[in-house]
């Protein structure tokens, strides 16, 4: 499953950091944020299904906005 969501994630640190929390988190394949596009966007690849909210509560709890991305 490949969740993808707008944030305010700004600067390579709290990327990393998002990242780390995520990937240990989440059994994760793939996890990126595109710090270049508007969006910020967050993408979240895993071989199993999860709960796109689940990754809004973590991020948010991160202290970052974040929402699924139409």
Request: aromatic content about 6%; hydrophobic content about 45%; glycine content about 2%.
């Amino acid at each position: 499953m490949i969740g993808i969501f707008r944030t305010n994630i700004t600067s390579v640190h709290d990327k990393n950091n998002v990242i780390k929390a995520i990937s240990s988190s989440f059994e994760v394949q793939a996890c990126s944020v595109d710090l270049e596009d508007c969006d910020r966007v967050l993408r979240v690849a895993c071989p199993a299904i999860f709960q796109e909210e689940e990754i809004i509560e973590l991020v948010t709890n991160l202290g970052f906005a974040c929402d699924i991305l139409d």
